[in-house]
């Protein structure tokens, strides 16, 4: 055997569509000391961490912990959880999320009813309203807030309002969205929601927070089948992460990854929510100025744009090179952008300003790379 090092990361920029800049405060959180799963001390951290993710995700609802698996987890035990085999559920599709719910959908046995709607344009409101009145013994409808692969925010209120109106429920993906623009379970009337760690909470990947209201557990304890996931089971997870007195072991819990979300948590609520939205807005904001400046224009029309996820059309004369634009910006310049996905591969660049890495500093590297790398194309 060879002997080996320890592993040294060179420090990067991250402004791609996630994980985020995690901040000092947070990676010095990651590195205190574990305790153990079932510690006091650690129950007691596990209590704050519901706290907190009740204040970013506004509501109220018992049921709001996060999953020790990043959030493709959570995506998966919303759905396994809620839709049973034969379970016919709305499911919108605008980019690459909205299909991995309906792949989520279809493995639970359950019946998608696609609404589709262009890469780049948010979920048509009359459209689901048409799919909803199409199909009323729909049992769930299932649409991305914030669709990462596109920088498109769908109207999450409009679209509750509507799954409201027929009894049906909501399962919302807001990967992206929280902490980074208006999320608000309670007023909404959200069912069923799923983040990541990652991406505007700004903590490293692995952690999804869900909140499942009191209508969502309903249908979980009226389950005529089995949760065919051991892992994902809600109850079975509950047994862990609920519970007034004792809490049983259902899964070593990732420690220090808990440290870590906490202190995001808290440099949340320190900012303040809305705080933080408008902070996101006024970065995107900046950002889109520079951009200008430099001759690229966004994806998406104004209207529907996420300011913590921006697609920009890649300039006609720089899209063959655009895999060595992003490769020279990461080895020079150590900053990580996005590339396009499926249709918009090759088309788009996708720049995250997300949590932590909403921030004028970044703004000023990113626009001054560009331009840099740009020129010397
Ligand atoms: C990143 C993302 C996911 C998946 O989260 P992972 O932590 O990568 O599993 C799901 N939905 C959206 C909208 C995302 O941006």
């Known amino acids: 055997?060879?002997?080996?090092?320890?592993?040294?990361?060179?420090?990067?920029?991250?402004?791609?569509?996630?994980?985020?800049?995690?901040?000092?405060?947070?990676?010095?959180?990651?590195?205190?000391?574990?305790?153990?799963?079932?510690?006091?001390?650690?129950?007691?951290?596990?209590?704050?961490?519901?706290?907190?993710?009740?204040?970013?995700?506004?509501?109220?609802?018992?049921?709001?912990?996060?999953?020790?698996?990043?959030?493709?987890?959570?995506?998966?035990?919303?759905?396994?959880?809620?839709?049973?085999?034969?379970?016919?559920?709305?499911?919108?599709?605008n980019g690459v999320f909205g299909g991995r719910m309906k792949d989520n959908v279809e493995r639970a046995g359950g019946i998608p009813i696609i609404v589709d709607d262009e890469w780049g344009r948010p979920v048509s409101i009359e459209k689901v309203e048409e799919a909803l009145a199409r199909v009323p013994d729909a049992v769930a409808l299932g649409f991305v807030h914030a669709e990462t692969s596109t920088g498109v925010r769908s109207?999450?209120?409009?679209?509750?309002?509507?799954?409201?109106?027929?009894?049906?429920?909501?399962?919302?993906?807001?990967?992206?969205?929280?902490?980074?623009?208006?999320?608000?379970?309670?007023?909404?009337?959200?069912?069923?929601?799923?983040?990541?760690?990652?991406?505007?909470?700004?903590?490293?990947?692995?952690?999804?927070?869900?909140?499942?209201?009191n209508r969502a557990l309903e249908k979980v304890r009226s389950r005529k089948s089995i949760v065919q996931s051991w892992f994902l089971d809600l109850t079975l997870m509950l047994g862990y992460w609920d519970g007034a007195g004792e809490r049983s072991y259902h899964h070593t819990a990732p420690i220090n990854a808990m440290y870590g979300l906490h202190e995001s948590l808290v440099m949340l609520s320190d900012e303040g929510l809305e705080a933080a939205w408008s902070r996101h807005r006024e970065m995107h904001l900046l950002l889109e100025q520079g951009l200008a400046r430099l001759g690229i224009n966004y994806l998406v029309p104004a209207e529907h744009r996420l300011p913590q996820l921006n697609s920009v059309l890649i300039p006609a004369h720089l899209q063959n090179q655009e895999a060595e634009i992003r490769q020279r910006l990461l080895s020079e310049h150590k900053l990580e952008i996005g590339a396009g996905l499926g249709t918009l591969a090759g088309k788009i660049w996708r720049i995250g300003l997300m949590g932590h890495g909403a921030s004028r500093k970044n703004i000023e590297l990113c626009l001054g790379a560009m331009e840099e790398v740009i020129q010397g194309t």
């Open 1 to 93: 055997m060879p002997s080996f090092n320890s592993f040294m990361p060179t420090p990067k920029t991250l402004m791609g569509p996630g994980p985020s800049d995690v901040s000092e405060r947070v990676l010095a959180a990651l590195s205190r000391p574990t305790i153990g799963h079932l510690d006091p001390e650690f129950v007691g951290l596990m209590d704050e961490i519901k706290q907190l993710l009740r204040y970013a995700f506004r509501t109220e609802n018992q049921i709001t912990f996060p999953i020790s698996a990043p959030g493709s987890a959570g995506m998966e035990a919303c759905v396994v959880n809620l839709i049973e085999p034969g379970d016919k559920v709305v499911v919108c599709i």
């Open 155 to 213: 109207d999450a209120e409009a679209l509750c309002g509507l799954a409201k109106a027929q009894g049906c429920l909501t399962i919302v993906d807001a990967v992206t969205s929280l902490g980074g623009i208006p999320l608000k379970l309670d007023e909404w009337g959200v069912d069923a929601v799923y983040s990541g760690s990652q991406k505007c909470l700004s903590a490293p990947p692995g952690l999804s927070p869900v909140s499942f209201s």
